[in-house]
């Protein structure tokens, strides 16, 4: 996937891009003004943070899933989740902002984009969850469940049959103090 309007970098540009930063005869047969574009980092860093956001809104609940636990009922979610957002769209749609993070404004397209990237996320830990409810625990209850058969087990039944210390020895213990 690739913008129209991108650097459309190839594979070769990746192997050589540091090849701009020494200067020199390495870096004559490269456009090296592909390499400070911002839109890559500003893709990255949006990519980033909505991934983080996603996995959030699925954190809220280990093995439920957001069907089941919805992320409304966790309000303070919501705000720590469209305060980031908030704070990213600053950073991307001031100018001054731009700057100092090396970013630029995403369109449409590029959000989009950025959305298509991040969104699986979702689906990948409902996923997850689902195998974790559907294998996982079933094997966890077997487990608990012959544990609590173990521990309801008696052992008092053979508390009076143990020997002690003295029908091993045949003789009293002193203690020393």
Known sequence: ????????????????HFKCRSGG?????????I???PH?????LSVLLTIEMCNALNSSSENQSLLKMP????????????????????????PMFNIVFQICPLSLEEWLAVIKISLPVILLDELLKFIARRYINHSLKSKQTLHSMMSSFDISLFKNNLPTVDKIYGHETTHIE
């Open 71 to 94: 992320p409304w009922k966790n309000k303070y979610l919501l705000y720590a989740i469209a305060l980031s957002m908030s704070l990213h769209m600053m950073i991307l749609y001031i």
């Open 35 to 37: 390499f400070d574009d």
């Open 1 to 16: 996937m690739h913008a129209s309007n991108g650097p459309k970098l190839s594979y070769w540009h990746l192997q050589n």
């Open 25 to 33: 005869k390495e870096s004559e047969n490269i456009n090296c003004s």
């Open 40 to 44: 890559p980092m500003t893709m990255a």
